[in-house]
């Protein structure tokens, strides 16, 4: 195939450079958005009188064509060929004739790659947010199954404070809401079209770059033609909140592989996410959770890679920018396979109550509410918290609980002890009086999974 760019060179290129220079590879996953963009252009020059409305006619329909026979597999990707554009620009010609060589008319493979990547970017960001919706979706449904389920809640991995497993749940779904408030933010900026900037500085023929972009429905188009052709902050934009989600769901798979293991038996995951070992019969591993924690860092290094590639570049296209597409291609990839096991795992997931409810009384997480109850008797807080320390240290030393202590053992510290302390502490109670928005109690998680009902899930 002839160079696109042959003529003041002879075009001939040694073999070896030929496939490291070549993107095709990977930019052909790019082919509907290129053809899609492809059409507009058509359409655009032919409005303006940059070229017949017959011949602009003529172009719209040898790529239809192109785009109707690779989508029913009738056209295959000439993978020697450059890159997506010259594939298409060439098939087109071979079907059109010299027609298909006007295509090309005020624009630039610069701001044509950067519109095709805005393109596809703007549709993976699209369905990465259906995912990450239906990811909340589950979570919310096991919230409220389990939004009286007592447990431990932890600080530094240590029994901290009673919680119901619901108000947990709710946490890693604010979490993800947020994921979706960037997505749409990242959505924003990309949605813009940069083509019309031709290579760098525009172009001489009459176009009209705002209807071009209106027909791929874009918010507006890029002010300035070097920035048009060397914008990647879209992409990084992108990347960094794919890393922010994969943060979220690194975190929630770590909690998932500590409450599944035998020393917690807090949950079980479905046998449809975890897998068996190949000599020890009795194990049951949490490979889904782990493979999501694990990818976590092939996200972030997508992230760190392009921003290195762009950190030196001065305006405005260089070669290295064809790297930005490997790394955000990968992580959008990566992403989705993640929500899309992550959901089910979720759905799929057992809680058991009875044990969280037996780490709970075992771990003097009520430790807090003894000294409140002191606060109501009239002790200032740090009083009754040095109080209530020593009371948790006699009953390590007596194999005691808070529970297990009589009133004589309370009377002992404080003369303000009175039957009502054992109400203080009974853990539902505990978890009752938490009543502070966005606290704890079974009344606020219910708050909770309706404002993600009405609000995200509507």
């Known amino acids: 195939m002839e160079k696109i760019w042959a003529g003041r060179a002879s075009g001939i ?25 492809s059409i507009a252009h058509a359409a655009m020059l032919g409005k303006q009188g940059i070229i017949t409305p017959e011949e602009a006619d003529v172009l719209t329909d040898g790529l239809k064509g192109i785009l109707s026979d690779l989508k029913s597999g009738a056209l295959a990707i000439d993978m020697k060929a450059e890159d997506i554009h010259s594939f298409v620009e060439a098939e087109l010609t071979a079907r059109v004739g010299d027609t298909g060589k006007k295509l090309h008319t005020a624009r630039s493979r610069n701001d044509q790659v950067a519109l095709d990547l805005r ?3 703007r549709d993976e960001t699209d369905a990465i947010t ?28 240590q029994r901290a404070q009673p919680v119901v497993f619901g108000h947990i749940l709710c946490a890693y779904a604010m979490m993800l809401t947020r994921d979706l408030g960037r997505l749409a933010d990242a959505r924003k900026r990309l949605n813009i079209s940069p083509i019309g900037s031709a290579a760098l500085a525009g172009t001489t023929y009459p176009t009209d770059r705002r209807f071009e972009a209106s027909l791929m429905d874009f918010d507006g188009i890029c002010l300035n033609s070097l920035d048009g052709v060397s914008d990647r902050d879209f992409v990084i934009e992108l990347l960094s909140a794919l890393s922010l989600i994969m943060v979220h769901l690194s975190r929630f798979s770590e909690e998932i592989i500590l409450w599944s293991s035998s020393e917690f038996g807090f949950i079980t995951l479905s046998d449809a996410f975890t897998t068996g070992s190949s000599i020890m019969p009795q194990k049951k591993n949490p490979d889904m959770a782990e493979l999501v924690r694990g990818k976590t860092g092939r996200v972030y290094g997508d992230l760190v890679a392009l921003l290195t590639v762009m950190k030196g570049i001065p305006l405005a296209y260089n070669k290295d920018m064809q790297e930005d597409k490997e790394s955000v291609f990968d992580a959008c990839d990566t992403v989705k396979k993640c929500l899309d096991v992550f959901a089910p795992m979720i759905a799929g997931m057992t809680a058991h109550p009875e044990r969280m409810r037996k780490a709970a009384q075992t771990g003097f997480i009520n430790a807090t509410d003894l000294a409140d109850y002191l606060v109501g008797k009239g002790l200032p807080f740090r009083t009754a918290y040095k109080i209530s320390g020593q009371i948790v240290a006699f009953c390590q030393k007596n194999d005691l609980v808070l529970e297990t202590m009589t009133l004589a053992d ?33 009344s606020s998680v219910e708050k909770q999974i309706t404002w993600l009902k009405s609000e995200i899930l509507k």
Request: charged share 30%.
């Open 13 to 37: 290129t040694d073999p070896v450079a030929d496939d490291f220079n070549s993107s095709i590879s990977f930019d052909s996953r790019m082919a509907v958005q290129d053809i899609t963009g």
């Open 130 to 157: 259906e995912k990450v919706t239906a990811l909340i979706a589950s979570v919310t449904e096991k919230a409220e199954e389990y939004k009286e389920a007592i447990m431990p809640g932890y600080t530094h991995l």
């Open 119 to 121: 393109l596809y970017l």
């Open 410 to 442: 309370y009377r002992s510290f404080s003369d303000l002890f009175g039957e009502d302390v054992f109400d203080a502490i009974d853990l539902d109670a505990c978890v009752r009086r938490r009543v502070s928005e966005g606290g704890t109690s079974v």
